[in-house]
């Protein structure tokens, strides 16, 4: 992995995820989101980024895990940990309540974040395309 195009993707990967995700909510629930939210959800979205997207990032390069199926897998799973993180209150029961709208969502925004940090990071097209 190249440093500078890891790091970029790191930087690019959280707000066109989040960008993708939510205009394809704005297709399908044109009354449904609010705009003020995107400002917070870019928050977390970065936050999560670094708390759990550059450990994963290592260890995908000690791995040498570099196909964008496996970064598709830990992104989706990623996503609903990440939410389940920030909805956790230790004075509420043990796992936060979660509908299933919301795991989808978590999970397409992480499989979402994931793809365009493989495909800015480490797609090539001479090595998916050689002779």
């Given at each position: 992995?190249?440093l500078?195009?890891t790091?970029?993707?790191?930087?690019?990967?959280p707000?066109a995820?989040?960008?993708?995700?939510a205009l394809g909510e704005?297709?399908?629930n044109?009354?449904?989101?609010?705009?003020?939210l995107l400002?917070?959800a870019?928050y977390?979205?970065?936050?999560?980024?670094?708390?759990?997207?550059?450990?994963?990032?290592?260890l995908?390069r000690?791995?040498?895990?570099?196909?964008w199926?496996q970064?598709?897998?830990?992104g989706?799973l990623?996503g609903?940990?990440?939410?389940?993180?920030?909805?956790?209150?230790?004075?509420?029961?043990?796992?936060?309540?979660?509908?299933?709208?919301?795991?989808v969502?978590?999970?397409l925004?992480g499989?979402?974040?994931?793809?365009?940090?493989?495909?800015?990071?480490?797609?090539r097209?001479s090595e998916t395309?050689?002779?």
């Open positions: 992995m190249n500078a195009r790091l970029v993707g790191l930087l690019v990967a707000p995820g989040l960008l993708l995700f704005r297709m399908l044109p009354s449904h989101i609010d705009d003020s400002a917070v870019l977390f979205t970065c936050a999560i980024t670094l708390v759990l997207g550059v450990p994963t990032v290592l995908f000690f791995f040498n895990l570099r196909r199926w970064f598709a897998i830990a989706a990623l609903p940990i990440a939410m389940l993180i920030i909805q956790y209150n230790p004075r509420a029961s043990l796992i936060p309540h979660m509908e299933v709208s919301q795991f969502a978590c999970a925004l499989l979402a974040c994931a793809l365009i940090f493989w495909a800015i990071a480490l797609f097209i395309h050689a002779a």
